[in-house]
């Protein structure tokens, strides 16, 4: 299988501070996989500087055959590289509509066709977003304004997305529509990274896990296998008490 | 009295446009690219005073600027050919093709002998450009400074383009040309023509660049950098382009204010950074980030500096900054208030 995104022995810091300890991944075309773990491990960070907002300390990422180091984010969304930010990173005072235009800002010279195509793509997967078309960002719910960054992102017909905590703040109907849409995409063969607090959401969503803790993975695998293991069982799936109380009875 | 009423309320609305011009660029450039841009009433210099020189037939100073500009723009790019060069050849023929246009453009209409209206254009195609130049050498390399250090930057760059004009243009006032030259009787008060071109000009630029903003998708691209810079990155829009575009923008505004604003008080090397302090106090009212209420303040402020200089003419300036005073502590409230 050909890899789209590796990185090899990727270190990323925030001056002295190390967030991301030297890690190593790849990303096959059409593989959705997640990294899960708690807040500070540097699951924000590793997105962040794949995206190129933070420059990487050492190591090499490269996608689909070029190296991504000197690249600027705009230069990284124009090779299809497309993130849907923690905090959504909305414009308050532009529509729906606007947003998603927006999204698709790279390809404006395409013609008004396609525009239109890739509209009507966007409001078919989150019907919602076309009732709210014509109204402002900052007037949305917090579960709107998440289909507005996804729809945002999808505009840039993205090679790989990215998800950062899609289900921050949101509750669970509207984290279940949001990742239903993830399954649709993902079983239409896009290829994305998702990082999620929510352990057995992401892990039911994935194929491949990773768990980072403070900036290093400490644990890797098939999903059904993450799913079964007893670290992560124990933080992240809420069977801690168990677990602990196994150990100090060994 | 009311003569004096009305004739002292068309002054201040005269005022208040050529001001209202000044605080559109400031808010334009504060949103996008968080620089307070004490250096913008120098492209009102600018503009005035090429002007002046292309309607006097002379090859104006600011063509050299642009020239020199343009230059240093291609110097700063060198370390791209190594990596890039097909970018960096395209890059650098860009400038120089930019450069002929310029000097071909301004030789056409010396030769040509256009009215003013198209020497205004003339004047703003060679201005406009050094907005987005002195973006690429001042803002550009540093886009994540503090606001403090853009604000002492762009002190510098006020001083530096004043000394340039007092290199080119010397310390003498030029007089320009009016678009229209003499008025109308309204009833009792006699309104200049170039009143009523400042009113037309002002809602054009005004109107243009709402509809820019609101029905182009580089416009949206453009309030989209302002309202979120990181969110726009995320879109792959370049935001050091949009940047450029909004100080060129800016730049363009300025030059209009300093065109029209001429023909009433003569163009001079210093004339630019009293107006644009003028626009500054205006765009204060709006923190820099509200069109509307800038547009309010520019207004009491051209209101205030034509019915001071008719009670108190000494004082005109001192009066006008003074509102500075009581506007800001109007906005601490509100902001304390938003903040509760």
């Known amino acids: 299988m050909t890899k789209l995104l590796e990185v090899a022995n990727l270190t990323v810091g925030y001056g002295e501070a190390i967030a991301i300890d030297d890690?190593?991944?790849?990303?096959?075309?059409?593989?959705?996989?997640?990294?899960?773990?708690?807040n500070g491990?540097?699951?924000?960070?590793?997105?962040?500087?794949?995206?190129?907002?933070?420059?990487?300390?050492?190591?090499?990422?490269?996608?689909a055959g070029e190296d991504l180091k000197a690249l600027k984010p705009e230069a990284r969304v124009a090779r299809g590289i497309v993130i849907v930010p923690e905090r959504r990173e909305l414009f308050p005072g532009l529509s729906v509509e606007d947003h998603l235009r927006l999204g698709a800002f790279l390809r404006r010279h395409e013609g008004?066709?396609?525009?239109?195509?890739?509209?009507?793509?966007?409001?078919?997967?989150?019907?919602?977003?076309?009732?709210?078309?014509?109204?402002?960002?900052?007037?949305?719910?917090?579960?709107?304004?998440?289909?507005?960054?996804?729809?945002?992102?999808l505009?840039?017909?993205?090679?790989?997305?990215?998800?950062?905590?899609?289900?921050?703040?949101?509750?669970?109907?509207?984290?279940?529509?949001?990742?239903?849409?993830?399954?649709?995409?993902?079983a239409a063969g896009m290829t994305g990274i998702l990082v999620e607090q929510n352990a057995n959401l992401a892990l039911s969503v994935a194929e491949r896990g990773f768990v980072l803790e403070v900036g290093n993975v400490v644990a890797s695998g098939e999903a059904e296998q993450l799913r079964k293991d007893p670290r992560v069982l124990a933080a992240y799936l809420g069977a801690g008490d168990r677990y602990r109380e196994a150990m100090t009875d060994t | 009295m009311s003569d004096t009423i009305l004739f002292l309320l068309v002054d201040g609305l005269t005022n208040g446009l050529v001001y209202a011009l000044l605080a559109l660029s400031l808010v334009l450039?504060?949103?996008?690219?968080?620089?307070?841009?004490?250096?913008?009433?120098?492209?009102?210099?600018?503009?005035?005073?090429?002007?002046?020189?292309?309607?006097?037939?002379?090859?104006p100073g600011t063509l050299y600027l642009l020239i020199g500009g343009l230059a240093l723009c291609a110097i700063l790019d060198v370390g791209r050919w190594r990596r890039d060069w097909r970018q960096a050849s395209l890059y650098t023929g860009g400038l120089i093709v930019a450069?002929?246009?310029?000097?071909?453009?301004?030789?056409?209409?010396?030769?040509?002998?256009?009215?003013?209206?198209?020497?205004?254009?003339?004047a703003l195609i060679l201005v406009?450009?050094?907005?987005?130049?002195?973006?690429?050498?001042?803002?550009?390399?540093?886009?994540?400074?503090?606001?403090?250090?853009?604000?002492?930057?762009?002190?510098?760059?006020?001083?530096?383009?004043?000394?340039?004009?007092?290199?080119?243009?010397?310390?003498?006032?030029?007089?320009?040309?009016?678009?229209?030259?003499?008025?109308?009787?309204?009833?009792?008060?006699?309104?200049?023509?170039?009143?009523?071109?400042?009113?037309?000009?002002?809602?054009?630029?005004?109107?243009?660049?709402?509809?820019?903003?609101?029905?182009?998708?580089?416009?949206?691209?453009?309030?989209?950098?302002?309202?979120?810079?990181?969110?726009?990155?995320f879109c792959g829009i370049p935001v050091n382009a949009?940047?450029?575009?909004?100080?060129?923008?800016?730049?363009?505004?300025?030059?209009?204010?300093?065109?029209?604003?001429?023909?009433?008080?003569?163009?001079?090397?210093?004339?630019?950074?009293?107006?644009?302090?003028?626009?500054?106090?205006?765009?204060?009212m709006g923190g820099l980030i509200d069109y509307p209420l800038s547009l309010v303040g520019v207004m009491i402020v051209g209101g205030l500096e034509s019915t001071s200089a008719y009670v108190a003419s000494a004082y005109r300036d001192v009066l006008v900054f003074s509102l500075l005073i009581p506007i800001l502590l109007w906005r601490n409230t509100r902001s304390r208030v938003e903040a509760r």
């Open chain 2, 29 to 59: 450039v504060f949103t996008v690219t968080r620089v307070v841009n004490i250096a913008q009433g120098e492209y009102v210099m600018l503009g005035a005073l090429t002007l002046a020189d292309l309607l006097q037939g002379r090859m």
């Open chain 1, 155 to 186: 505009m840039a017909e993205p090679q790989l997305l990215m998800l950062d905590e899609p289900s921050t703040g949101l509750a669970p109907r509207i984290t279940e529509e949001i990742f239903e849409a993830i399954d649709r995409l993902k």
């Open chain 1, 41 to 63: 491990a540097g699951k924000t960070t590793l997105l962040n500087s794949l995206m190129g907002v933070l420059q990487q300390t050492s190591g090499t990422v490269t996608f």
């Open chain 1, 23 to 38: 890690i190593s991944f790849s990303v096959a075309r059409g593989e959705f996989i997640t990294f899960i773990g708690p």
């Open chain 1, 112 to 153: 008004r066709a396609k525009m239109v195509a890739a509209l009507e793509r966007i409001y078919a997967l989150l019907p919602k977003l076309k009732e709210r078309r014509k109204q402002l960002a900052g007037t949305l719910s917090g579960g709107e304004q998440q289909m507005v960054a996804v729809g945002r992102a």
């Open chain 2, 128 to 233: 406009a450009p050094l907005g987005a130049l002195i973006y690429r050498f001042t803002v550009h390399p540093i886009p994540n400074a503090t606001t403090i250090v853009f604000v002492i930057i762009s002190v510098g760059v006020s001083m530096s383009v004043q000394g340039l004009g007092l290199l080119i243009w010397g310390a003498n006032p030029y007089p320009v040309d009016p678009i229209a030259a003499g008025g109308l009787m309204m009833g009792p008060v006699f309104i200049p023509y170039q009143s009523f071109a400042i009113l037309v000009t002002a809602l054009l630029a005004m109107g243009g660049l709402y509809l820019f903003s609101e029905f182009t998708l580089v416009g949206k691209a453009l309030q989209a950098s302002a309202m979120n810079r990181l969110g726009a990155q």
């Open chain 2, 242 to 284: 949009t940047g450029a575009l909004a100080f060129l923008l800016a730049a363009a505004f300025s030059a209009i204010s300093g065109m029209l604003l001429a023909p009433l008080i003569t163009a001079n090397y210093e004339m630019g950074f009293m107006v644009g302090l003028k626009g500054f106090v205006g765009g204060a």
């Open chain 2, 99 to 122: 450069g002929i246009v310029a000097l071909a453009l301004t030789r056409g209409a010396l030769a040509l002998h256009l009215p003013v209206i198209g020497m205004m254009v003339v």
